[in-house]
């Protein structure tokens, strides 16, 4: 009995401390299913804001120092202009709705959430500093694919120089961009779901689709398009100043090590694989050009070491975080041969004129490095790709790609130039042609 009085008066406090235990155990699951916070990494924050940096010098100064060595003095303000605008109105239409309609995906997926994003980040709409994108703040990410969204089309500008007019020029520009890059730089890294890069699982690490084939094709139709220019192959249409082009053309070099290793989005082994990848591979490149012109021109020239240079680093871009070293040095190796043969007999052959070897650097370029992504990504021969889907399946979906990427840039390409040329004409008139874009278009000269 009196156990039981005992009993009885602790049992408040014992309902007391099972009504805790039970109320703390009602909440740990809650506690344990909370996500964490993503926190940005500051030194994967410090590397990729470095490389936005780097990625925005090589449109200017890098791309307009080089063009503009390769054109006649009469036209270098011209392309200088060119290059600058392009890239301002490239990166305003960014923030506007570039960068929702290239990364974001719908909540639900649609029949069209493969191909291109939606507008819920227009305006950058929901992004904070506190926002994380990975490891990196998201407006960090924005702004370092903005670089990308403004070079690529400043490249398009060395196929149609001194001719085209600089009105229909970035008229072209503001239609390709929406219509050609946006689609390629969501299908290919637009995430999960994303066409070429999730279902098709095709590598492009930084660019070799979404930016070189990209523009290279666009470069092509342009100078298709816009037909050669007066008095070519009769006129001397020698390089103004190769000590531009040559700084130019060092300068990219630099600033594509920002493009390449910056694609990581980290300050990570797989970064600095990136970064050596673009050496040794742009060093081969640089050798197999001026080797070829060696071979079959008897001499081996600065512009070629200078073209090599940048046919190297488009290769090596979209395979530059899945090869090894010895995947690199072939890829350079492949690409100044096969983009010197494209830049000189292949362009002669079928007459078009590509002003500044759009197409025959930018473009064959970007083909050959993607395909041969597919080959050395494998881990057997060097690649870090320890998913490496197997020869003929990772090789088929680089192929398909390309494809895509022709296509896509192919069609956009004509159909925005027969609208700028409908409404506002392509080229300039023949004398302001022979006196020079520079003074007619711009009101002034470069040199007196």
Not at 113 to 138: D, R, W
Not at 216 to 225: C, F, K, N
Not at 238 to 265: C, D, K, Q, R
Request: proline share 4%; hydrophobic share 55%.
């Amino acid at each position: 009995m009196k156990h039981l009085k005992s009993l009885l008066a602790a049992a408040p406090a014992l309902a007391l401390m099972a009504a805790a235990a039970f109320a703390q155990d009602a909440v740990a699951p809650a506690v344990e299913a909370a996500a964490p916070v993503p926190v940005a990494d500051p030194g994967h924050t410090a590397w990729v804001l470095t490389s936005t940096v780097l990625v925005a010098m090589m449109t200017v100064p890098a791309l307009a120092l080089f063009y503009g060595g390769l054109v006649r003095s009469k036209n270098v303000l011209s392309i200088l202009m060119q290059c600058l605008i392009g890239f301002a109105v490239m990166a305003i239409l960014w923030i506007v709705y570039g960068y929702s309609l290239a990364f974001t995906m719908p909540d639900e997926a649609t029949a069209l959430s493969p191909f291109i994003g939606t507008f819920g980040k227009a305006f950058l709409a929901g992004i904070t500093p506190e926002t994380v994108s990975g490891s990196i703040p998201e407006i960090v990410f924005v702004a370092f694919q903005m670089t990308f969204a403004c070079i690529t089309p400043a490249l398009i500008v060395g196929a149609s120089a001194e001719r085209v007019k600089f009105g229909a020029v970035i008229f072209f520009l503001v239609l390709w961009f929406t219509f050609a890059y946006l689609p390629m730089a969501h299908m290919v890294w637009g995430g999960a779901g994303s066409y070429l890069g999730s279902v098709w699982g095709a590598i492009d690490f930084a660019g070799g689709t979404v930016v070189h084939i990209n523009a290279g094709i666009a470069g092509l139709v342009i100078a298709i398009m816009g037909g050669k220019r007066i008095g070519l192959g009769r006129d001397n249409f020698a390089p103004h100043n190769l000590v531009l082009t040559y700084i130019g053309a060092m300068l990219l070099w630099i600033g594509w090590f920002g493009f390449n290793a910056g694609s990581e989005l980290a300050a990570d082994g797989i970064a600095g694989y990136a970064l050596l990848n673009t050496l040794v591979a742009t060093a081969a490149a640089a050798i197999a050009w001026p080797f070829a012109e060696w071979l079959t021109r008897g001499h081996a020239s600065l512009l070629g070491g200078a073209s090599g240079v940048v046919a190297g680093l488009v290769a090596i871009t979209p395979a530059c975080g899945t090869a090894g070293p010895f995947g690199a040095i072939v890829i350079g190796l492949a690409a100044g041969a096969i983009c010197f043969w494209a830049a000189t007999w292949v362009k002669a052959k079928f007459g078009y004129d590509d002003a500044l070897d759009v197409f025959g650097v930018h473009g064959v370029g970007g083909i050959v490095g993607s395909i041969l992504t597919g080959v050395f990504a494998n881990p057997a021969l060097g690649g870090l790709k320890a998913d490496y889907a197997g020869f003929g399946t990772q090789v088929t979906a680089q192929v398909v790609s390309v494809i895509v990427c022709i296509l896509v840039s192919g069609v956009v390409s004509v159909i925005a130039l027969s609208i700028v040329k409908a409404i506002m004409g392509l080229r300039v008139t023949e004398t302001a042609e022979r006196e020079g874009l520079d003074i007619t278009t711009h009101g002034e000269r470069a040199y007196n």
